[in-house]
């Protein structure tokens, strides 16, 4: 689609420039010299990065706010905020992609770009305006606006740019690998941070955020070919899979543990429908995760025993009470103050934001750690239904496409609902950001492969530019073992599907 022949010779020509105006102004202003070569080189290759591979600046935004405390980032995030860096080299990636497809006069519009997504970016487009208009009308001007320009900025960028980015299964796959390459460092670094730590420190050991995102990335090893050789895509199960395990233990996030473990098990029952899993195998696999998990706790609790049990011990309570004095049970407080007060702004909420000032009495961040409740008493039951309206369109737009694709994307879907899932328990219209990023992904490559089903009056439209899509065939998952493709016979649709794929 956005095919960039000559990027070696105009990255060059632009480097060139930048280091002779460089160097003309070190000269001027008397700066060390090796200043202005270090800048250039950094400069190409993040221009490099941005024009051939962007995925990496998502990522990078996303895991930013969980690297921010370690001591290669510490001193850089002092002086630039990482987040922020990243999102404006996505910015920039996405402005050079529309630049060079308008310059092409063989190039595709936005009506393929977006095609047979419409109805799902104008409900985000409603859902947007609705939570917009209620900043008029907030009590809480300065987190409002905050949150807003963030949601508006952060979260639209996120939802489109996997439109642009994404194009085919071979860039999906490369953007799940880096994802899950990142994964991995997190983890690494939740693990020695309590190793290293000191347990006197009255610090809470939970990252919620981290947690969030180690789930994604076990969903994409579990239910997600990221390798196409088998012997590989074992060794991810192996070695890589456990280190995420473990990393989402050190994290002490129940909520996305919670949700994980629910999402797996809707997976394996898809499969298990599908029949591309049998039933020893998915029993063989709870028990690993089972023994994984409790594994890890036993290791973990032993850096910091007091707080790990103290997490346990509430954990506990609350399924068996109701009820709890932790975090957990201001939570609870949280949704029981929330629910009573919703009918006092029913139709159009409080104003976006408003929930801080109604709850600790202050114009700053507060939320009440559970989206559809917080759109419901800021945005009223107007936002709300517009919320639902947004999921509801694309949960029947990722259903198509599973069904299209031999639920091949399966990953896909089961993020979308993990990200859901933890919605309910974490994180404001803001933290939800990653939301929004997947709720793009999963439109792209229904995008994709919407244009290339074999249904007629979606292959016989004209395009300019057909999508080039070099994919592999869908993979069975590593651990299911030899399934009988007498038993399982493939359809002439799911034969076209495949061809179109290959």
């Known amino acids: 689609m956005f095919s960039t022949p000559n990027i070696p010779r105009t990255l060059l020509v632009l480097l060139l420039i930048a280091l002779g105006g460089g160097l003309l102004l070190s000269m001027y202003m008397d700066l060390p010299l090796e200043l202005p070569l270090l800048a250039t080189v950094g400069l190409g290759l993040l221009c490099y990065v941005g024009m051939r591979s962007p995925e990496w600046f998502i990522v990078g935004a996303l895991f930013a706010p969980q690297w921010k405390t370690f001591w290669i980032f510490k001193s850089i995030d002092q002086r630039m905020d ?87 299964e071979e860039n999906f796959r490369r953007f ?35 947690g969030w995102l180690l789930g994604m990335g076990v969903l994409l090893v579990l239910f997600y070919p990221l390798i196409r050789n088998r012997r590989w895509q074992r060794a991810l199960y192996l070695f890589v899979l456990p280190l995420l395990i473990v990393g989402l233990m050190a994290s002490a996030a129940r909520g996305p543990i919670v949700s994980l473990s629910v999402v797996i098990l809707a997976g394996l029952f898809v499969w298990l429908r599908q ?23 036993l290791l973990l609790r032993q850096t910091d ?29 949280f949704y029981q103050t929330t629910v009573v007060a919703i009918p006092n702004h029913l139709l159009f909420g409080a104003g976006v ?32 239904a517009a919320f639902a309206v947004l999921l509801g369109f694309v949960a029947v737009s990722i259903v198509r496409m599973l069904r299209a694709s031999r639920f091949h994307f399966l990953a896909l879907g089961l993020i979308v609902a ?54 592999p065939a869908p993979l069975e998952p590593a651990f299911t073992g030899r399934l009988s493709r007498q038993q399982h016979p493939v359809s002439r649709k799911g034969r076209a599907w495949r061809e179109k794929f290959v």
């Open 82 to 168: 990482l987040t922020g860096a990243m999102l404006l080299c996505l910015a920039a990636a996405l402005l050079w992609r529309v630049l060079v497809q308008f310059g092409r006069s063989n190039s595709m519009d936005f009506r393929t770009i977006f095609f047979g997504q419409q109805h799902q970016l104008l409900a985000y487009l409603i859902f947007a305006v609705i939570v917009s208009a209620s900043f008029f009308y907030t009590t809480a001007p300065d987190y409002g606006a905050s949150k807003l320009n963030r949601f508006l900025v952060i979260g639209t960028l996120l939802l489109i740019s996997p439109f642009f980015i994404i194009l085919t």
């Open 176 to 210: 799940a690998r880096i994802f899950v390459g990142f994964s991995a460092f997190t983890a690494i670094q939740l693990i020695t941070s309590l190793e290293t730590r000191n347990q006197q420190e009255n610090v809470d050991i939970t990252r919620i955020g981290a």
């Open 275 to 297: 029949g591309r899993l049998r039933g020893r195998s998915a029993l063989v696999l709870l028990l690993l995760f089972v023994a994984g998990f409790g594994g890890a706790y």
């Open 305 to 333: 025993l007091g707080k790990y049990n103290a997490k346990a011990k509430e954990f506990g309570t609350l399924l068996s009470e109701g009820a709890s004095s932790g975090s957990a049970g201001k939570r609870l407080d």
């Open 353 to 384: 934001g408003s929930w801080s000032t109604f709850y600790f009495g202050i114009d700053d961040r507060g939320y009440p750690h559970d989206l559809p409740l917080e759109i419901a008493f800021e945005e009223g039951l107007l936002g709300l």
């Open 418 to 471: 993990y990200c859901v899932l933890v919605s309910l328990f974490s994180g404001d219209l803001d933290d939800n950001r990653l939301l929004w990023l997947w709720i793009g992904v999963a439109l792209a490559m229904c995008r994709t492969i919407q244009l290339h089903v074999p249904n007629g009056h979606l292959v016989r439209r004209a395009f300019r530019k057909p999508f080039t899509v070099a994919a």
